[in-house]
């Protein structure tokens, strides 16, 4: 029986171990399967980060690529910007130059540009711009009418980057001078200059064209009309050599091209400034008594753009006295004093309130405007009384008694 015991825990021990041994196989196998697969996962998993690798170095050289571009790009703008700017000083000097005058720029003079003149000047106007400049400085500069900037290059308006860099909220007139052989063409723009616009910039509109003398045009009957209404330190002397012509069309010139920008001027406060004296006819008398006739008595304002229609309506009476109307002139002062019983008489027009009412209202406003009334009055009574017109000698009589006695 011991034998037989032994027999079988022997076989049953071999079977064990046969079991053990396949056991241990499929162990080893499935742990190559599993090293194999974790192979592969690694593999795999490399493979994708080498690929996101590849991808972010494309990604990445693709980006300092542009990036180097847009450098360039922006370089080239800049080179391109600073040589076109209207300005050599480049973006937002001006800006800051007017800044030091005042920290309200709004509350500035008006800004008049005059920028370098386009096309290419004849012999004929060698030194016009600076004539211009000159004149302009002489005429509205010294009355603190204008801030007069012209260190500048060509410039073409509407311009965006000038507006936002430099102009943007301050009022600004560009006065552009144009050479077209024997022909000047002034054209004027800018921004913020109608309060009530909705657009801020005012495109550049063709006012005026300025053609040169004719040889033989200076004579001394010329000469002397031009320097009937001139006063003696700007009075021409007459030209005798080929120098002294040119000499006397630039000056020529600029006076009219000076005239044109006062009348803007004198548009743009009367519009923004009550009892503004204007400056027009100070400086078209620079050209002439002839001159005078070629512009509108209001200067082409509408009266519903005035601030001040009563003052303005005084000076354009003053001009149509000038030029021997002086039937208009009362007419426009009885206008005038209709104004200041009610602002809606400059829109509506006659019938007028009564005399007493006017009268009045005269008594009733401030010196200066008395002053002028007074003086014009006066002037259209003497007018009056050299043309022998007893009805209108009455009827500004009648006016002046008014006023007196209100």
């Given at each position: 029986?011991?034998g037989?015991?032994?027999?079988?825990?022997?076989?049953?021990?071999?079977f064990?171990?046969?079991a053990?041994i396949?056991?241990?196989?499929?162990a080893?196998?499935?742990q190559?399967?599993?090293?194999?697969?974790?192979?592969?996962?690694?593999?795999?998993?490399?493979?994708?980060?080498?690929?996101?690798?590849?991808?972010?170095?494309?990604?990445?050289?693709?980006?300092?690529?542009?990036?180097?571009?847009?450098?360039?790009?922006?370089?080239?703008?800049?080179?391109?910007?600073?040589?076109?700017?209207?300005?050599?000083?480049?973006?937002?000097?001006?800006?800051?130059?007017?800044?030091?005058?005042?920290?309200?720029?709004?509350?500035?003079?008006?800004?008049v540009?005059?920028?370098?003149?386009?096309?290419?000047?004849?012999?004929?106007?060698?030194?016009?711009?600076?004539?211009?400049?000159?004149?302009?400085?002489?005429?509205?500069?010294?009355?603190g009418?204008?801030?007069?900037?012209d260190?500048?290059?060509?410039?073409?308006?509407?311009?965006?980057?000038?507006?936002?860099?430099?102009?943007?909220?301050?009022?600004?007139?560009?006065?552009?001078?144009?050479?077209?052989?024997?022909?000047l063409?002034?054209?004027?723009?800018?921004?913020?200059?109608?309060?009530r616009s909705?657009a801020p910039?005012?495109?550049?509109?063709?006012?005026?064209?300025?053609?040169l003398?004719?040889?033989?045009h200076w004579?001394?009957?010329?000469?002397a009309?031009?320097?009937?209404?001139?006063?003696a330190?700007y009075?021409l002397?007459?030209?005798?050599t080929?120098?002294?012509?040119v000499?006397?069309?630039?000056?020529v010139?600029?006076?009219?091209v000076?005239a044109?920008?006062?009348?803007?001027?004198?548009?743009?406060?009367?519009?923004?400034?009550?009892?503004?004296?204007?400056r027009?006819?100070?400086?078209?008398?620079m050209?002439?008594?002839a001159?005078?006739?070629?512009?509108?008595?209001?200067?082409?304002?509408?009266?519903?753009?005035?601030?001040?229609?009563?003052?303005?309506?005084l000076?354009?009476?003053a001009?149509?006295?000038?030029?021997?109307?002086?039937?208009?002139a009362?007419?426009?002062?009885?206008e005038?004093l209709?104004?200041?019983?009610?602002?809606?008489?400059?829109?509506v027009?006659?019938?007028?309130?009564?005399?007493s009412?006017?009268?009045?209202?005269?008594?009733?406003?401030?010196?200066?405007?008395?002053?002028r009334?007074?003086?014009?009055?006066d002037?259209?009574?003497?007018?009056?009384?050299e043309?022998?017109a007893?009805?209108?000698?009455?009827?500004?009589?009648?006016i002046?008694?008014?006023?007196?006695?209100?």
């Open positions: 029986m011991l037989l015991g032994s027999a079988a825990q022997a076989a049953a021990s071999i064990n171990t046969r053990q396949a056991a241990a196989a499929q080893r196998t499935a190559h399967r599993f090293e194999r697969a974790q192979a592969a996962d690694r593999f795999g998993h490399e493979r994708q980060l080498e690929a996101v690798r590849e991808l972010r170095q494309r990604d990445l050289a693709e980006l300092e690529a542009r990036l180097r571009r847009e450098n360039t790009l922006l370089a080239i703008r800049d080179k391109t910007v600073f040589d076109t700017y209207p300005l050599e000083e480049g973006p937002g000097h001006l800006r800051q130059s007017l800044s030091l005058l005042s920290p309200d720029l709004s509350a500035l003079p008006l800004v540009l005059l920028p370098r003149f386009h096309g290419t000047p004849e012999p004929h106007w060698a030194g016009l711009r600076q004539a211009v400049a000159d004149a302009l400085r002489r005429q509205l500069s010294a009355d009418l204008v801030l007069l900037y260190a500048m290059r060509p410039l073409s308006w509407p311009h965006a980057g000038f507006y936002w860099n430099d102009l943007y909220g301050i009022p600004t007139m560009i006065v552009q001078v144009a050479f077209a052989r024997d022909t063409d002034v054209s004027l723009g800018g921004c913020h200059l109608r309060p909705d910039a005012e495109p550049m509109r063709s006012v005026y064209r300025h053609r003398a004719r040889p033989g004579t001394e009957e010329t000469i009309e031009l320097n009937a209404s001139v006063p330190g009075r002397a007459m030209p005798e080929e120098a002294d012509r000499g006397v069309n630039i000056e010139a600029a006076r009219s000076t044109v920008a006062t009348a803007a001027v004198d548009a743009y406060y009367l519009g923004n400034r009550a009892r503004y004296r204007q027009f006819d100070g400086s078209v008398a050209l002439g008594r001159a005078l006739p070629e512009w509108p008595y209001d200067l082409g304002v509408a009266i519903d753009q005035v601030v001040d229609p009563a003052f303005h309506l000076h354009v009476a001009r149509q006295l000038d030029r021997g109307r002086s039937d208009l009362l007419a426009t002062v009885r005038s209709a104004v200041l019983v009610h602002p809606d008489y400059a829109l027009g006659a019938p007028y309130p009564g005399l009412q006017s009268a009045a209202a005269v008594a009733g406003t401030d010196d200066e405007y008395r002053a009334l007074a003086a014009l009055l002037a259209i009574a003497a007018r009056a009384a043309d022998g007893d009805k209108l000698a009455a009827e500004v009589a009648e002046t008694t008014a006023v007196r006695d209100a």
